[in-house]
């Protein structure tokens, strides 16, 4: 199997961690996730921006640099746009060469953005270092060689290994069959080594997945299959078994499927998956977008892992909507770095919610704002009440201009004192259920957090508007610092 042996320089044996190199030699990111809520507060984002399958022209998507310091004289602009060099990628999610897991390792650096193309399959490096407002492409690993390869497609999440490598999921096989679904190991130089997981041991379905090595544990979570999601969303899909409901957990040290949790009814569509920060501890949630529940899983006295639903959203009753009743849609969501609180939107309610989670069994609620959704004032659609009333939510506008979609993507900074949203989900699933959006674009949102009380606040002077964009409305998704966050540093 591919990468057994370089991962093995990781992970010894559960309990027993190696990093790259000694502690008391700096690499990147951050010793500890409490050192990393220390860090400096974040001046650049960098936002994915799809033009796939909604410009006329047929645009390439592109990466935005949006500069979000105050003290600049360009706050609140997008000072760059990387486009791809293809047409048709649908860039999605990234993630990095290399995090605070080589944190030990003088000669690592986190200078590429690892971007992979949901759609085409295609996987771009991003040299960050050079020029942090203007990133410029380093390499492009190619779809076909991916499949030739390893038979897989469709990438999505990545992350670094604490070995130099980097590991990256895929929803599928060319032909978008979730049974092709698999994990790509490329080396630190972006060379294709095969699959990561042993022989026959690939999930059921395919989407992201976080790994605890202290654990010797790796869990993944399953979306659809791609031949059904590429296509918007189906209600029948579900029915006909197209679409997952169950976690994957993997032994970290050698890539071997040795638990199927199945989520049943109530964890449908399981998505973003986080351990807790903090590498020590055994739990974790993941966010299950149609039921739109919060599961909690987690590590038992035998061994086995287990878990149970923490957080419901209950669905509402509508009117003039497909359905009569509309699920939240838990489509993603955060944890803070000291696992103090954790964040989750429903994109098609419309709002953000923060909860408490010290006690990780009992989440408590302690903000929720709403900033757009299909229930908004305005919308043609209207929930009924307990006592029958109908009734719309209030939702704030921004310099001017009224909130459109849903809140969809979040990224947090690294002190937990703003939480910034965007709000396209699937260029495809967007058309779907918010076409406002493609024919207006996207955009961004900033909420001010309160970290001792709990809470949330609208930023009234923060909007950056991508229905603005020089070649027409875009839509924004992932976000991600320079310097690494919340979502894309793991430690071990």
């Known amino acids: 199997m591919a990468g057994a042996v370089e991962l093995d320089k990781a992970v010894a044996a559960e309990g027993e961690v190696k990093t790259c190199c000694a502690q008391e030699v ?3 990111g951050y010793a500890s996730p409490l050192d990393a809520m220390k860090g400096p507060r974040e001046a650049l984002i960098y936002v994915t921006c799809v033009y796939n399958g909604i410009h006329e022209k047929g645009k390439p998507d592109y990466l935005a640099t949006v500069d979000v310091d105050p003290n600049s004289p360009t706050y609140l602009q ?29 000669s690592t650096d986190r200078r590429y953005l690892i971007l992979p193309s949901l759609l085409s399959g295609r996987i771009y490096v991003i040299d960050t270092a050079t020029d942090p407002k203007a990133p410029a492409v380093h390499r492009v690993v190619e779809p076909e060689d991916i499949v030739r390869e390893t038979g897989l497609a469709y990438p999505h999440t990545s992350h670094c290994l604490a070995s130099g490598d980097i590991l990256v999921s895929c929803l599928g096989d060319k032909d978008g ?40 544990t790796m869990i993944s979570t399953s979306w659809g299959a791609p031949s059904a999601f590429s296509k918007g969303f189906n209600l029948d899909h579900v029915a006909n078994g197209l679409y997952g409901r169950h976690l994957h957990v993997y032994n970290w040290s050698d890539g071997e499927l040795k638990q199927t949790l ?32 919060m599961v909690r899983f987690f590590k038992t006295t035998d061994g086995s892992w287990s878990h149970e639903v ?9 009117k003039n909507w497909i359905l009569p009743e509309m699920p939240g849609l838990i489509t993603d969501f955060l944890i803070s770095l000291d696992d103090r609180y954790l964040y989750f939107v429903n994109w098609l309610h419309g709002d953000i919610r923060q909860y408490n989670i010290e006690d990780p069994r009992k989440p408590v609620l302690t903000g929720q704002l709403w900033v757009g959704g299909l229930i908004q004032k ?32 979040i990224q947090l900074s690294l002190d937990g004192k703003r939480l910034y949203a965007t709000n396209s989900l699937f260029s495809v699933w967007d058309k779907q259920f918010y076409p406002e959006i493609v024919q207006k674009g996207a955009h961004m ?3 001010d957090v309160d970290t001792e009380k709990g809470g949330l606040k609208l930023n009234p002077n923060f909007f950056v508007d991508f229905g603005l964009e020089p070649d027409g409305p875009s839509l924004a998704h992932e976000m991600r610092y320079p310097g690494g966050d919340c979502t894309s540093d793991i430690w071990i």
């Open 26 to 28: 700096k690499g990147p």
């Open 262 to 293: 199945d989520l049943g009814d109530t964890g449908l569509l399981p998505l973003e998956i986080r351990f807790l920060h903090d590498p020590s501890k055994d739990t974790g949630f993941v966010g299950c977008a149609l039921t739109s529940n």
């Open 78 to 106: 997008i000072i760059h746009r990387l486009p791809a060099p293809y047409v048709g990628d649908e860039l999605h999610h990234s993630g990095w060469n290399a995090c605070s897991s080589c944190h030990g390792d003088p």
């Open 445 to 447: 949102i900033q909420i």
């Open 378 to 409: 305005g919308s043609d659609i209207v929930y009924i009440a307990e006592d029958g009333a109908q009734a719309q939510f209030e939702v704030p506008e921004l310099k001017g201009n009224r909130l459109r979609g849903g809140p969809q993507m």
């Open 310 to 318: 923490v957080i419901s959203v209950e669905p509402l009753k509508v």
């Open 177 to 216: 069959n979730a049974a092709g679904s698999g994990f790509l190991l490329l080396d630190s130089d972006f060379n294709i080594k095969g699959r990561w997981e042993k022989p026959g041991h690939s999930p059921l379905f395919g989407y992201d997945y976080w790994y605890q090595p202290r654990h010797n």
